[in-house]
T-cell receptor, first 115, second 112 residues
Framework: AQTVTQSQPEMSVQEAETVTLSCTYDTSENNYYLFWYKQPPSRQMILVIRQEAYKQQNATENRFSVNFQKAAKSFSLKISDSQLGDTAMYFC????????????FGQGTRLTINP | EPEVTQTPSHQVTQMGQEVILRCVPISNHLYFYWYRQILGQKVEFLVSFYNNEISEKSEIFDDQFSVERPDGSNFTLKIRSTKLEDSAMYFCASIGQLYEQYFGPGTRLTVT
């Protein structure tokens, strides 16, 4: 079975702090991509960051970076210098690079940045 | 920047009625998807569409659901006879070159 587990239903930090959101996944496939999506109150799904499973180097995108541990099937998201606009639901997901290439999502982490 | 669009943004319908949700994927994308998100829950895959046919569908996508690409741009999801439990946000998505999926803004379906 292909699953994604986000063990933190909710998190809350102060503005400018660093926060790490956890994600583990399970698949028997070897070729896949991992993603973090942000869903603000508008409910739009916004791509935050992408990681190719074949790359050992962790992806970074401005204040967002990941810690990808392929053997442990772990894919955490670190947000540095958090801003009020980072308040949102964050979903971890992966796609297998064959077949229908559908996204498999976790349950999400509700992140609140406090002023 | 190209984007996925969806109409309507909000649809209210009565139980048993048919609804059609519309999407315009990004023009040079080849795979199209519908996902569903019941309020407060995770995003769930419904169906994928490639080369004018369904490539995969989930258990949720039963005989009440159908998809169509009637022309070169639109991609529709039809629910034949809506049930209360169909109330959800429905997202259309299309896939880019690096396997990232671009989502539309969603259609909020309310079945009363």
């Amino acid at each position: 079975a292909q699953t994604v587990t986000q063990s933190q239903p909710e998190m809350s930090v102060q503005e400018a702090e660093t926060v790490t959101l956890s994600c583990t996944y399970d698949t028997s496939e070897n070729n896949y991509y991992l993603f973090w999506y942000k869903q603000p109150p508008s409910r739009q799904m916004i791509l935050v960051i992408r990681q190719e499973a074949y790359k050992q180097q962790n992806a970074t995108e401005n204040r967002f970076s990941v810690n990808f541990q392929k053997a442990a099937k772990s894919f955490s998201l670190k947000i540095s210098d958090s801003q009020l606009g980072d308040t949102a639901m964050y979903f971890c997901a992966f796609v297998i690079i064959q077949g229908a290439q559908k996204l498999v999502f976790g349950q999400g982490t509700r992140l609140t940045i406090n002023p | 920047e190209p984007e996925v669009t969806q109409t309507p943004s909000h649809q209210v319908t009565q139980m048993g009625q048919e609804v059609i949700l519309r999407c315009v994927p990004i023009s040079n994308h080849l795979y199209f998807y519908w996902y569903r998100q019941i309020l407060g829950q995770k995003v769930e895959f419904l169906v994928s569409f490639y080369n004018n046919e369904i490539s995969e569908k989930s258990e949720i996508f039963d005989d009440q659901f159908s998809v169509e690409r009637p022309d070169g741009s639109n991609f529709t999801l039809k629910i034949r006879s809506t049930k209360l439990e169909d109330s959800a946000m429905y997202f259309c998505a299309s896939i880019g070159q690096l396997y990232e999926q671009y989502f539309g803004p969603g259609t909020r379906l309310t079945v009363t």
